[in-house]
């Protein structure tokens, strides 16, 4: 039978695409259906055919899905920021499950059987919302004009009204209205992508889960706010004390009585220590502009991460301004960098590498441990942040330098001597550079810890590894996005000879 776009079609979805999608077969025409969980029967619409598959969208759920969950934001279909909140968490943490080992054997050709035996299940969260630490909303107008901000509709940049994401802080909602509110009474025009018109393009709020300090900054399309008091005042006369999420006991099932009561104690002292703007007057969709200016307070937010079984003393701490890279979920962070840490199996005598190593946040970990830790990391402000925050963690044997990883890394090696016993990569989601690969090959360390945001190029760039004398020996993804088809993963490889 022959499909044309707009037929109705009804589907059972029996597996899940990268991105979250449901496929299902028709008539062994394979048809990726958006909306759809895994173990649904629906009734779809097609959207587009290609000569041996097409697209489709969810219109009537015929029989539910046993995975299927009533998902906890009104928005989620229209935002597509959360593209699996429809499915249970645990349904969740099999499928980024499955997505690595999927990757690892079909990408990087390692056998089936290997990676079974030495993959752990992916780190959950006990509380898969209210995680996030970051959250960027676009201002604009609705179609009556009326001052707005909220997140865009999938794939397009019409913002849909919604101040309370529920990935986000409960505060965020109380401070997003307050912007508002300040626009509006001063008269401050929102931004228009259209026209290029107009001043307020984006709220950024950042919030210090450990230390309750909180960051606003509003990224602006010129160089001044009209009226910078009042919004001080606003900002400075909210009281946050009383929605914030740490109280919540279901935030924290499972947590050590000790740090329970640490965060609580902080969570209480939630304030804003920091208002800013940023100048972007670009016409472009990257929304920080370079140029910060602070209004009120310090430029900064300071938080702080536990090396989990290590005691509280031991916290590494973060001076963190608009521009800084900074994982967003703090409580699995913590796991996931603890990992790493305990992958690198430091026994104090050795000198590690970090590299992509931000502002420092690996690196520090492996400090505490190491006898010497080199980060490289190519943004020059993350390394001014890197080496702050080494001091103020009291930590003297770590150095930071700038530049790329796959140009640092040879210069040192070859031109200085320095070595490594273990280096420890955390890239973006484009993984490794091919001479990155190479002089971490040829400086030949006992072990080497892969941090990664993309399994897919984890296994290419571990199949590049694992060919030139190492073996895999732990995969264990982190969810550090609840909701979302992203997930971190930790590998150890350890080299085959020692
Ligand atoms: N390890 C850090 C940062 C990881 S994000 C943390 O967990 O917080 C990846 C980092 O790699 C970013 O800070 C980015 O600026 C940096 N980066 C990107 N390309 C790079 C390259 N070629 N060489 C070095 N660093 C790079």
Not at 105 to 133: L, Q, T
Not at 186 to 191: E, S
Not at 314 to 339: A, G
Not at 449 to 460: E, G, I, M, P, Q
Request: charged share 30%; glycine share 8%; aromatic share 8%.
């Amino acid at each position: 039978m022959e499909y044309r776009k707009n037929d109705i079609v009804t589907v059972q979805i029996d597996d899940i695409g990268n991105d979250g999608e449901g496929i299902g077969k028709i008539d062994g025409f394979t048809l990726f259906v958006k909306d759809a969980v895994i173990g649904d029967t629906v009734e779809a619409k097609i959207t587009k055919i290609k000569k041996n598959y097409g697209y489709a969208r969810t219109e009537k759920i015929i029989k539910p899905s046993s995975f299927r969950v009533e998902p906890k934001c009104a928005f989620h279909r229209q935002c597509g920021g959360c593209q699996i909140q429809a499915m249970s968490y645990e349904r969740q943490l099999l499928f980024k499950q499955e997505k690595i080992r999927n990757n690892l054997i079909h990408i990087g050709g390692f056998d089936a059987e290997a990676i079974d035996k030495m993959m752990e299940p992916v780190v959950g969260m006990e509380h898969p919302w209210r995680y996030r630490n970051k959250a960027q909303f676009p201002v604009g107008y609705d179609k009556n004009g009326n001052l707005i901000t909220g997140f865009y509709a999938g794939r397009t940049h019409d913002i849909i009204p919604n101040t309370d994401c529920i990935l986000g802080t409960a505060e965020n909602k109380q401070i997003l209205e307050a912007v508002l509110s300040y626009m509006k009474e001063n008269h401050v025009p929102a931004y228009r992508e259209q026209t290029g018109e107009g001043l307020v393009r984006h709220i950024l709020i950042r919030t210090g889960f450990a230390s309750g300090e909180i960051m606003v900054c509003l990224i602006i399309n010129g160089t001044k706010l009209p009226a910078e008091k009042e919004l001080i005042k606003k900002m400075t006369g909210l009281s946050l004390v009383e929605t914030t999420p740490m109280e919540d006991a279901d935030c924290r099932q499972g947590e050590t009585e000790e740090k329970n009561a640490y965060d609580k104690e902080n969570a209480a002292k939630k304030k804003i220590v920091s208002i800013s703007v940023s100048v972007n007057t670009e016409r472009t969709n990257v929304i920080m502009g370079k140029e910060i200016r602070v209004l009120w307070g310090r430029g900064y937010i300071e938080d702080s991460i536990r090396i989990l079984g290590a005691p509280e003393e031991s916290r590494i701490k973060f001076r963190i301004s608009p521009l800084s890279f900074y994982q967003v979920n703090p409580e699995q962070t913590e796991k996931l960098y603890s990992l790493a840490l305990a992958c690198a199996g430091l026994t104090g005598k050795e000198t590690v590498w970090d590299l992509y190593c931000g502002i420092g946040t690996i690196s520090l970990f492996l400090a505490r441990y190491a006898q010497k830790v080199y980060g490289v990391e190519i943004i020059p402000q993350a390394v001014e942040d890197a080496k702050e925050n080494a001091r103020i963690s009291g930590i003297d044997n770590a150095e930071f330098y700038v530049g790329k990883a796959e140009e640092v890394l040879p210069e040192k090696f070859a031109g200085e001597g320095i070595r490594a016993d273990v280096i420890v990569v955390d890239p973006p989601r484009k993984g490794c550079d091919d001479r990155c690969l190479e002089t971490m090959l040829a400086m030949k360390p006992e072990r080497i810890v892969y941090v990664s945001c993309d399994s897919a190029t984890l296994a290419r760039d571990l199949k590049v590894l694992c060919g030139g004398g190492y073996e895999l020996r732990k995969v264990q993804g982190v969810d550090l996005f609840g909701g979302t088809v992203h997930v971190e993963t930790v590998v150890l490889i350890q080299r085959k000879d020692t």
